[in-house]
């Protein structure tokens, strides 16, 4: 109970913020809105709010054929360590790939946790490990996660990983171990450190990655989904993913 | 005098956290000398509460994305000073015989399951020093 307030309660800072940035729409011309200034960064120690909501934007037509750079990055950056086993290594993003049954047309999209609004792995685990952050970024809390995959089982992207085996040489930022699930983080690591980005969108050459908070007008995720359609994938499913497909 | 009282202390400290008083059978524990001007609380502090901080930080950072310069008790700040190093300058893992971690927690029969997942070593880039000022 106490840390789902935590988790969705605003900080009297940011309360504070708000209400004064209110104030300075207030006494604007009537007609003309002043958007809050992007807040892509919180002061270190001030904790996540809902005011974000972090979200990705792939786009299909931009995604090279044959490129792993974002998979590559993204293994690279969490310390997420290949052992040539495919059926038990962990992945936290992969390369997808589709065909076009009546046309022959191929391509490929990374697909990796979805970061959903309403998540089937929150639902099913039952130690509480699996969790939403008020900021919208799905996360395994490893301490308490006991290795049931329940999880697994409920995601319908195949979007988490189980650790079969012992893992040595962990990113410092990236803890993991046996015996536990993981999956991606939004590179929440590099999120907290003000960057705004995650490893898959800066390796990608291509800009078919864009990152950026769903909650602002003014982002670039935000533009861009307002310019052109994008999908959800399974968006029958009704979790509201923070991931979002284009050209698919 | 005052420096030989506060040692005398201290080595009384340490029978009481190993539960014995046989001080000349079992060594006290040994481990390298950490690096920077001071800890981020009293030594003995932390001797006692250092499992309690880290748990607490632990639930801080993990929900609500708590680090940097605020994250206080950081697992990962307590092996950047307390990492000790080869000859060669190469980082020794913390959880190793004779380190910093291992040495207290084997003299005092306590498991540590922390590297289990936790990276033993600094890491090679630490994202969050910008932040980190040295502790008041």
């Known amino acids: ?248 | 005098m005052k420096t030989i009282l506060t040692q005398l202390l201290l080595v009384g400290l340490m029978f009481v956290v190993g539960g014995t008083v046989a001080g000349d059978r079992i060594s006290l524990p040994k481990y390298p000398q950490p690096v920077g001007e001071r800890c981020v609380e009293p030594t003995d502090i932390m001797r006692r509460e250092h499992m309690n901080f880290i748990i607490h930080q632990r639930d801080e950072t993990v929900y609500r994305g708590i680090r940097g310069i605020t994250a206080r008790h950081s697992l990962k700040d307590c092996i950047d000073c307390h990492t000790g190093y080869d000859d060669q300058g190469k980082a020794l893992p913390i959880n190793a015989k004779g380190q910093f971690c291992e040495s207290c927690h084997s003299y005092t029969a306590v498991s540590i399951d922390c590297f289990d997942c936790h990276r033993t070593t600094p890491g090679e880039v630490n994202r969050m020093r910008q932040f980190t000022a040295m502790p008041k």
């Open chain 1, 1 to 248: 109970m106490e840390a789902s307030e935590k988790m969705t309660g605003q900080s009297r800072r940011s309360f504070v913020k708000r209400t004064v940035a209110g104030a300075a729409v207030a006494s604007i011309a009537p007609g003309v809105v002043l958007h809050d200034v992007a807040q892509a960064s919180r002061d270190p120690g001030e904790a996540v709010t809902n005011e974000i909501r972090w979200g990705m934007l792939i786009d299909a037509n931009k995604c090279a054929d044959g490129c792993t750079d974002c998979v590559t990055a993204c293994h690279k950056e969490n310390g997420v360590h290949q052992l040539g086993r495919p059926a038990t290594d962990a992945q936290w993003i992969r390369k997808v790939h589709l065909r076009d049954k009546q046309t022959g047309k191929e391509y490929g999209v990374p697909v990796m946790c979805q970061h959903c609004e309403h998540p089937p792995c929150v639902d099913v685990c039952p130690t509480g490990s699996s969790f939403k952050r008020a900021d919208g970024i799905v996360l395994v809390d490893k301490h308490i996660c006991i290795g049931c995959r329940y999880c697994m089982m409920a995601c319908p992207y195949k979007a988490r990983s189980f650790i079969h085996e012992d893992v040595n040489d962990q990113a410092a930022h990236a803890p993991r171990g046996k015996g536990t699930v993981e999956s991606c983080t939004f590179c929440v690591h590099k999120v907290d450190a003000g960057e705004g980005t995650t490893a898959c969108v800066e390796a990608c050459q291509h800009d078919a990655l864009i990152f950026g908070d769903l909650n602002d007008p003014d982002s670039r995720i935000s533009r861009e989904l307002t310019k052109y359609p994008s999908r959800q994938l399974r968006a029958d499913l009704h979790l509201n993913q923070g991931v979002r497909y284009r050209n698919i």
